[in-house]
């Protein structure tokens, strides 16, 4: 006989499963017993239940989950394909099964929106422009390139609020857990009355059927027809950019019909092509929302260091500094160097208290906050807060920026760092370098350029 599920348990099960695509093993014990039963599907029939990897007409295999290929030779001991592309969110093999359940239409909701700021009249003509654009529902992309200051995140207030207004559902993903951890709590103000949940790797909140979802590029792999609205952000940024299985992953996440939102600082070669062919509106922004230029970098020719210490060109860039009463980021290229930093710094500076994050820190969000809420003068840090963490009325310092490491693109997304808030002094950029590569021409050419087009302040 069969065991009917309490209404309860149905809600739960419709809140857990909306909009998703989970393995079998990843769903609460009393719904896998249900879809054990042989009759499950006659009681609950829109519910999807497909193999983990299935065959294509050309006998290929694919992960149904992340839509990647999957060689012959990924088998277990056992003989069954797995797949590995998406093996960080749990293992997909032969053996599992993925259960997905179709979105239906989100509560219209009247004025979402309870933002009380304003946009600047750059800022909102652009806005009003993707707004636009959306609400004519001829293209299924559109790329927003404002440079690093912007205020992207409320240019695309309206859009948001026009789609929730609408009953759709809107995700807002982001390659990295530290920009999803940013963008949250301004979303959860700017829209006060919606339901909004944050998913990353770090994040343990249960999950719950939200309108507006701010997530990892990542998350959107347990996302299948979910979302009408899909934002992408820092989509030039590692590890969305030449990342197959993340662009299989939005797609799959958007509902069919459904439409995204690029938004860069320094967009990908790729996405500025189709948008010169016409295949994708560009709105571009230059102008930072103070008004006032991007800071071109000041050069100085110098070694980092010199024997045990920094060098002295360096060490009076920092006592300048400290005269100054600045606070200020230090960029290294990679964080296997940070502990000789911090001791070429206490070495340096013994009375003042340095502190250094990196991408595999565990305190990583505990520090950022921490700097963030003005606790410390300078933090060392590598390329993970090159983008998308605002800190305010700051300089920026890159030591041996003729690394490798730095590309002309995280030159100009380093820079973007200071002079974020609109009052105060304005931050000041320091490229600490042997050599004048070419990444460092390029990215103050790009800089100069920026800044002359937007005819800032
Ligand atoms: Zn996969």
Not at 179 to 208: D, M, W
Not at 217 to 233: E, G, M, P, S, V
Not at 375 to 394: A, K, P, Q, S, Y
Request: hydrophobic share 40%; proline share 5%.
């Amino acid at each position: 006989m069969t065991i009917l599920p309490t209404i309860a348990q149905c809600q739960d099960w419709w809140q857990l499963l909306l909009g998703r695509q989970l393995l079998q093993q990843e769903l609460p014990e009393d719904l896998q017993e249900f879809l054990q039963e042989p009759t499950w599907h006659s009681w609950w029939p829109e519910l999807v239940v497909t193999n983990g990897i299935e065959q294509n007409n050309s006998g290929e295999w694919f992960c149904q989950r992340c839509l990647m290929p999957v060689a012959p030779s990924q088998q277990l001991a056992t003989g069954a394909l797995y797949c590995t592309a998406c093996l960080a969110l749990g293992r997909v093999s032969q053996h599992d099964q993925l259960v997905s359940l179709p979105v239906d239409q989100a509560m219209a909701s009247a004025n979402p929106l309870t933002w009380s700021g304003k946009l600047t009249a750059q800022q909102a003509q652009v806005a009003n422009a993707i707004l636009t654009q959306y609400c004519d529902n001829t293209v299924s992309a559109q790329l927003l390139w404002a440079v690093t200051g912007a205020g992207k995140t409320e240019m695309i207030f309206p859009i948001i609020a026009a789609a929730l207004q609408g009953g759709q559902r809107v995700g807002l993903a982001a390659p990295r857990l530290d920009v999803c951890n940013e963008l949250y709590p301004r979303l959860q103000q700017a829209f006060g009355k919606t339901s909004l949940i944050l998913l990353h790797g770090q994040q343990h909140q249960p999950y719950y059927q939200a309108q507006l979802v701010v997530a990892t590029t990542h998350q959107l792999i347990r996302f299948k027809q979910a979302f009408d609205l899909l934002i992408i952000d820092e989509v030039d940024s590692f590890p969305f950019a030449g990342n197959p299985m993340l662009a299989n992953a939005v797609n799959k996440a958007l509902k069919v019909g459904g439409r995204r939102l690029y938004l860069s600082a320094t967009p990908p070669a790729s996405l500025q092509r189709q948008s010169q062919q016409g295949k994708l509106p560009l709105h571009y922004l230059p102008r930072r929302f103070h008004g006032r230029n991007l800071p071109v970098p000041q050069i100085l020719i110098t070694a980092s260091f010199k024997k045990k210490g920094f060098s002295n060109r360096v060490q009076q860039l920092f006592r300048y500094l400290l005269a100054e009463k600045r606070r200020w980021l230090v960029f290294v290229p990679q964080a296997a160097q940070l502990p000789r930093y911090q001791s070429a710094w206490q070495l340096a500076f013994p009375q003042i208290a340095v502190a250094t994050v990196h991408a595999k820190d565990p305190q990583r969000l505990a520090k950022v906050a921490a700097f963030r809420a003005n606790h410390g003068t300078v933090l060392f840090t590598t390329t993970i807060l090159e983008r998308g963490v605002t800190f305010n009325n700051i300089d920026v310092v890159i030591l041996t920026a003729d690394h490798q490491q730095f590309t002309a693109s995280n030159l100009v997304q380093i820079a973007g760092r200071a002079d974020r808030a609109s009052g105060g002094p304005i931050g000041q950029v320091y490229f600490c370098c042997n050599f004048y590569t070419r990444a460092i021409q390029q990215a103050c050419q790009q800089i100069k350029h920026l800044n002359h087009v937007s005819g800032g302040l």
